[in-house]
């Protein structure tokens, strides 16, 4: 199967940061629901499997692939959910990440291979990021790629995250749901032994990205206190550790 879908391809010139020219095209990923969004430069000095959040595929995460893309990256969403019932697709995806196997992995492990393939950029240098449920993907599916970046996710069982390789995590001071995790994932990360850093940021859950959600940041303030407005600093301060830790042990 051609994993292009060259009729969606379009091309951004210019602005800020933007590396030359981004392409972006949908690409087909083997066991995906639907297509993946694709970004890159025109010299890739590595690439990134971007893993979305509970609501799947969204606008803000599309943004998060063009930001890696102008920091030099390739990157590649896989759509984990396609049209399939939202609630199901979590639960399922919850079982998946405690035990790293499952449909879904498959899928992340297979876009991984398309990245690789598209982008020209070597297997062995591909990395990983995930955010809120993805960030629990990245964790669980880390060994086997070259640096892992997960944020505000829930946590494996340990033996799934054995092997895995450099990773960065980052987290929200205010979002109460993920206290236990940054403590228990600093421990675990240091019994394997891997080069590590877990951040807490002055922030609430969702900050890396700048999707507003006003319901569902309404009905979940006292938890996970989501403000993409207030939270612009910590956003900023979070991207840039995590490109500096992917600058050591990612790039080219």
């Not at 995906?32 to 990134?48: D, E, F, I, L």
């Amino acid at each position: 199967m051609n994993p292009r879908v060259d009729d969606d391809a379009r091309l951004r010139h210019g602005g800020p940061g933007i590396v030359g020219v981004v392409l972006h095209h949908e690409l087909v990923i083997p066991g995906a629901p639907a297509t993946g969004y694709y970004v890159a430069p025109p010299s890739p000095r590595g690439a990134v499997v971007v893993l979305h959040e509970i609501f799947g595929r969204a606008p803000d995460i599309e943004r998060a692939c063009d930001r890696l893309a102008e920091g030099g990256y390739a990157a590649l969403m896989p759509d984990l959910f396609g049209d399939g019932f939202k609630p199901l697709c979590v639960a399922r995806s919850m079982r998946q990440i405690a035990s790293g196997r499952g449909p879904s992995v498959d899928v992340i492990h297979a876009a991984a291979d398309v990245l690789a393939e598209r982008s020209g950029v070597p297997r062995a240098r591909v990395g990983v990021i995930g955010f809120c449920l993805g960030g629990g993907f990245a964790l669980a599916v880390g060994r086997a790629f070259a640096a892992t970046s997960a944020n505000y996710g829930q946590l494996p069982e340990e033996e799934t995250m054995a092997g895995i390789g450099p990773t960065i995590a980052c987290y929200g001071s205010r979002d109460r749901s993920t206290r236990a995790a940054v403590v228990t994932l600093r421990g675990r990360l240091a019994r394997l032994g891997v080069p590590h850093e877990v951040h807490e940021l002055d922030a609430g859950h969702a900050f890396l990205t700048d999707g507003a959600r006003p319901i569902a940041e309404f009905l979940t303030r006292p938890l996970l206190d989501v403000n993409a407005q207030r939270d612009g600093a910590a956003r900023e301060e979070g991207w840039a550790r995590i490109f500096a830790f992917f600058e050591r042990h990612l790039a080219e």
